[in-house]
């Protein structure tokens, strides 16, 4: 299971920090992991991935520069650090995990790809 935390509300410019956590027996390092997103009206985009070794991400070029994806397996938890925030990234932001036998340094970018979701946690940025 992954529950998805962090979201809020914040101005241009902005920043926020969205976690991840695996609960359970779940261990974060057991998989490769990404963010997706998905705007009112919109349907769902992937945002950043990083691989199961934690050695390569990858992210998509509307949050190039502004986002990093990370993982503290240690903590069991994804993060997604998202600085100068801009009205275009509200959304809905979710975290999937992908099951992976090998320690792997493959990216996933497609949503299904992945085998678990978390919740959802909505981000607002306003102008």
């Known amino acids: 299971q992954l529950q998805a935390s962090g979201g809020g509300l914040v101005q241009a410019g902005g920043s926020l920090r969205l976690s991840c956590a695996a609960s359970g027996r779940t261990e974060i390092s057991s998989y490769a992991t990404a963010w997706f997103r998905q705007a009112p009206g919109k349907g769902r985009e992937f945002v950043a991935a990083i691989s199961r070794n934690g050695e390569n991400t990858y992210y998509a070029d509307s949050v190039k520069g502004r986002f990093t994806i990370s993982r503290d397996n240690s903590k069991k938890t994804g993060y997604l650090l998202m600085i100068s925030l801009k009205p275009e990234d509200t959304a809905v932001y979710y975290c999937?995990?992908?099951?992976?036998?090998?320690?792997?340094?493959?990216?996933?970018?497609?949503?299904?790809?992945?085998?678990?979701w978390g919740q959802g946690t909505e981000v607002t940025v306003s102008s």
């Open positions: 999937a995990a992908k099951t992976l036998t090998y320690y792997t340094g493959n990216i996933y970018l497609s949503e299904r790809d992945y085998d678990y």
